[in-house]
């Protein structure tokens, strides 16, 4: 069975500084994405970053990008020039191929203080 | 595009009851599913369907129900509510031999159960 491990429950960075959330993962499958999903207090999930595990490349979306070490089943998100609008549980997740099903880990409650 | 759709936003019940949520998408998506909120779980997939007329469990399916007639709706049954039903339930699309593989959340309805 896949799991979906995010060891840092919460999580607090200055404004304008750097943070990075780990999540780790287990499978024994190949063909498989990962996400970086955020909540904010609206309650809406809004998409991140994804990486398909094909890529060695690690994927960036302006001040997100992901650290992907697929060896040691593990990928962090790094938020460059934190924002008080990045403060929200950051969700890490999981999915096999095109199944469209995802397996979510516990969530990591970041706050960006002034 | 509304995109994905929930009603309602909240809802108390009291044990024993009935009721559905509802839940429908207007991006022509094959792919449609229910995952479940709790606190330091994570979501939790329910159910899903890869078209109409198709549906599937997920990881925690027990005291649900669902169905799939058409490609824009899938509504979530709760036959007999439990407390152990109280939580935030989100209902996700997404379109089928997609490369990118990304869901696309509603705003989720807040559930209680006594």
């Known amino acids: 069975a896949q799991t979906v491990t995010q060891s840092q429950p919460e999580m607090s960075v200055q404004e304008a500084e750097t943070v990075t959330l780990s999540c780790t993962y287990d499978t024994s499958e190949n063909n498989y994405y990962l996400f970086w999903y955020k909540q904010p207090p609206s309650r809406q999930m809004i998409l991140v970053i994804r990486?398909?595990?094909?890529?060695?490349q690690n994927a960036t979306e302006n001040r997100f990008s992901v650290n992907f070490q697929k060896a040691a089943k593990s990928f962090s998100l790094k938020i460059s020039d934190s924002q008080l609008g990045d403060t929200a549980m950051y969700f890490c997740?999981?999915?096999?191929?095109?199944?469209?099903?995802?397996?979510f880990g516990t969530g990591t409650l970041l706050a960006v203080q002034p | 595009n509304a995109g994905v759709t929930q009603t309602p936003k909240f809802q108390v019940l009291k044990t024993g009851q009935s009721m559905t949520l509802q839940c429908a998408q207007d991006m022509n998506h094959e792919y449609m599913s229910w995952y479940r909120q709790d606190p330091g779980m994570g979501l939790r997939l329910i159910h899903y369907?890869?078209?109409?007329?198709?549906?599937d469990q997920g990881e925690v399916p027990n005291g649900y129900n669902v169905s799939r007639s058409t490609t824009e709706d899938f509504p979530l049954r709760l036959l007999s509510a439990a407390p152990s039903q109280t939580s935030v339930y989100f209902c996700a699309s997404s379109k089928a031999r997609d490369r990118e593989n990304e869901q696309f959340f509603g705003p989720g309805t807040r559930l209680t159960v006594l």
């Open positions: 997740a999981f999915m096999i191929g095109a199944t469209n099903k995802l397996i």
């Open positions: 990486q398909e595990a094909y890529k060695q």
């Open positions: 369907s890869v078209g109409a007329g198709i549906t």
